[in-house]
């Protein structure tokens, strides 16, 4: 990380404009990825689609780095069961696994 100047992280297409991918700005989180420089934490819903998660990495030098990821979100029908029988159908927004910038 010597080198660089700045890592910003964006979503640059998204299949729903109602229900869109975000990410949070990218942070060191050592606790919960030592491995990685940055993290960017990302949110979507299960009606989200498909989303590209755009990194840009500038360094000091003035170069700059565009890398991409391409995310889906699949739903899925989940059922939580209550004592004494009860169950409900449970969809809606989720936090998926944070990206991460090594």
């Known amino acids: 990380m ?5 890592v910003t992280a964006a979503f640059v297409e998204t299949d729903s404009e ?6 949070d700005e990218p942070i060191p989180r050592p606790g919960y990825a030592p491995e990685a420089a940055l993290v960017s934490s990302i949110h979507f819903y299960s009606g989200s689609g498909q989303g590209t998660l755009q990194w840009t990495v500038e360094l000091k030098n003035g170069d700059v780095i565009h890398l991409y990821q391409t995310m889906q ?8 069961l209550h004592p004494g029988g009860r169950s409900h159908e449970h969809r809606g927004r989720g936090t998926g696994p944070a990206g991460q910038f090594r």
Do not use: D, G
Request: glycine fraction near 0%; charged fraction near 35%.
């Open 2 to 6: 010597e080198k660089v100047e700045r």
């Open 18 to 23: 109602e229900l869109p991918w975000t990410c």
């Open 73 to 80: 979100s699949i739903p899925k029908e989940v059922y939580q």
